[in-house]
């Protein structure tokens, strides 16, 4: 069975990327803290465009056993960054062979990292990335979606999910990264942890907690 993800083309770009995101802390010294209270989304993403803000290892084997697992046809990301766990996605998509994937980023620098990223593993043709506010770009994407993968700024995680809901598929997977003690998440798991909403839900404690959650009624 073909396994992307481990292939010297895809492994040394993703072992490069992990390599260069061990460095954030340092980079994020250099960021005036009130400057970016201050900032609206489009500042924000340009005083962050050198800062990786990846899934963790662990999350990214998760994404990918995920995505191998249900075969998903069209698969939503919001955040690509440098495109870590676009790699991910990807490689399982391809590994599948159906199914694409569309992302969601905000900065210039970082769309144009991730493109370079993306086609040094050979994985460019089955991934889109959406320029521009996530809000607007992730409206045009056609369901159903069957996979929604959730890691862009975090008091947008839940506008982000009710803006693609009635897209999602039946028995739809949605994922959300950093979602221990993140207090910018806590309306989006009140949401999903809601029966009343319609989804089963589950942490998985990789790195800063994975909420993993099955759309079970439409």
């Not at 191998?68 to 399982?92: D, K, N, Q, Y």
Request: hydrophobic share 45%; aromatic share 6%; with cysteine.
């Amino acid at each position: 069975m073909t396994d992307t993800l481990n292939t010297p083309r895809v492994r040394s770009v993703l072992d490069r990327l992990f390599e260069g995101a061990a460095h954030d802390d340092e980079r994020e010294l250099d960021i005036d803290d009130a400057a970016f209270a201050a900032a609206n989304a489009r500042q924000r993403a340009d005083l962050l465009q050198s800062v990786y803000m990846p899934i963790s290892e662990p999350g990214g084997r998760l994404l990918y056993l995920l995505a191998r697992a249900t075969c998903p046809e069209t698969v939503v990301e919001f955040g690509t960054s440098f495109g870590i766990s676009t790699v991910h996605l990807a490689a399982a998509v391809a590994d599948n062979g159906i199914g694409h994937v569309f992302t969601a980023e905000m900065s210039p620098a970082k769309i144009a990292a991730a493109q370079a990223n993306l086609a040094e593993a050979g994985l460019d043709k089955v991934v889109t990335i959406l320029p521009g506010d996530a809000m607007q770009t992730l409206d045009s994407v056609p369901g159903p979606i069957d996979l929604l993968f959730l890691d862009g700024w975090k008091d947008l995680c839940l506008p982000v999910l009710r803006l693609l809901e009635p897209r999602l598929s039946p028995r739809a997977l949605v994922v959300a990264d950093d979602v221990i003690d993140h207090p910018n998440m806590a309306d989006y798991l009140a949401y999903v942890r809601d029966p009343a909403h319609g989804y089963v839900t589950l942490t998985f404690p990789v790195e800063d907690g994975m909420e993993v959650s099955c759309l079970t009624s439409v």
